[in-house]
Each structure stands twice: as C-alpha cells, then as structure tokens.
C-alpha cells in the first residue's frame, strides 16, 4: 500500500542521483517514484547508470515501475527543472550523446555544477577511476556474483523484517562494510576521485558507481557521492543556501524525516 503523500514538496535547489540500474530485478523503482514525487528541485543531475544495458541485454526486464520513473523524470523537464544526463558505464551507450540538449534535458560526459554557496562541483560518474583503481579480474567476477545474488535475495530477508517491524537491511552493504578489499576498494576510489577535482582545479566533486553514499572533505575538496537506488535508496541534494547532504528514502515508499537530514552535523555548508 502507498504511503500517504504530503501536501507540500520538499523543496530544494538541486537533487544528485545514480545507479538506479532500470531493467534491473534490484531497481527500488516504487521507493525512486516516491522520492521524486516527493521533491521539487531547480536541477535534477542524473550522476550515470540510471538504465542497466548491461543487464537489459542479459535478459529483458523492464516493469510498469520503471517506465513511471522515466516518466517522472520527463515530467520534470516541462515543469522547468534542468535536468543533467552523466551517463555510466551501465548506459554508456548515451555517452555518444555529449553536447546534445533536448529542451530542459542535457547530456554530457562530465559536468560542472555550481551551487548557490558558489562552490564548483565536478560531477562524474565514477567509472573513469576503475582503471586507477585496479582489482584482479577473477575476484571482480566472484564479487560481481555474490553481490547479485545478495540484490535477489535482500527482498524476501526485508519481506519478513517488516512482519517484525524491523526497517530494512542491505545484505550488500553489511558485507562491502565487513569486507577488508572492499573497504580498501572505496577508500581508494575516494582518494581518485579527490586528486580528479584537484586536478581539475574545481571545489569539489559528485559521483556514484561504487553505491556507498559520502560527504566529507578530502585534500582540500569536497567528496560526495549520491549512493545509490539499488541498496540504500539514497542522494545527494543541495538546499536554496547551496548547503549539501545525504538524503536517505527509507523502507520503500515510507519517507524518512527529510527535514533533520538536512541539519545532521554531515552537511557541508
């Protein structure tokens, strides 16, 4: 059953989310609708892998869910809301589409934004720090295995939570957290990421891939990373000051109390 839906949308100046993975058996594409229906933003920034080609080509899968997050998205380009389109490596397909502007929609394979604090964010998906970031391939192959298997079966260990009024878990991320290499994996990721916005000479930088939602300062800039729709059901948003934070859309279609998450002692002003 839908959660009651509030009067008054959240406003914000700009909403940061990636790896919502559509046509993808993992997608929280009810909890993402939601979300969406839910906000009102000057700018809607799609951080990449917002479609799963990858898992679209292994085997069609695409619900009503799914067509009604596109539409949402759609539908905030007539409202007046610019949307920014980074494609990932799950859809880089799109990536042919760099410069191209579609009214209210842009694609770009990077992107700089500038919040109302008058910060500089580089945005990016992510992907481009796996070649610096090296893994030994038998053991992405493995990891790759064991994370789907935990997507697949995290609904149903959720499905008997609720029944004892327990809110949701993510097996992926309890063992991405347990787990040395992976632990060392984020840390470095995070460290390229940082030394990419040195290096480009801007504030600070937003980006997605490794679905583990950040905000800290690193080295002089701003690390920021929206998470993800697979696990956490999580973004990244700016507030009309140019504050960010974490916003976490908990338990499927119930809302988290979005208005303390915005004052948490995480927010980078």
Known sequence: MRAPQFADPIRLRSVFISDVHLGFRGCRADALCDFLRSVRADHLILVGDIFDLWSLKKSFFWPQSHSEVVRTILSRTRDGTKVIYVPG???????????????????????????????????MHGDEFDSVVKCHAALVRIGTLIYDFLLWVNPFVNAVRRVFGL??????????????????????????????AQRRG??????????????????????????????????????MNGSLSVLHWQDGNRRSAAAPAMGRPARAA
């Open 202 to 239: 801007v504030d600070g930088i937003v980006c997605g891939h490794i679905h583990h939602a950040a905000l800290r300062e690193m080295h002089g800039v701003l690390y920021c990373n929206d998470g993800d729709w697979v696990e956490s059901c999580t973004s990244l948003v700016e507030d």
């Open 89 to 123: 490596n799950h859809d880089e397909l799109f990536r042919s589409l760099d410069g191209s502007v579609f009214g209210n929609l842009e694609v770009h394979r990077d992107y700089v934004h500038t919040t109302a604090a008058g910060r500089r964010l580089l945005v």
């Open 167 to 196: 809110p949701g878990y993510s097996l992926a991320a309890a063992l991405k957290a347990a787990t040395p290499r992976a632990v060392q994996y984020m840390r470095n990721f995070e460290e390229a990421a940082a030394a990419a």
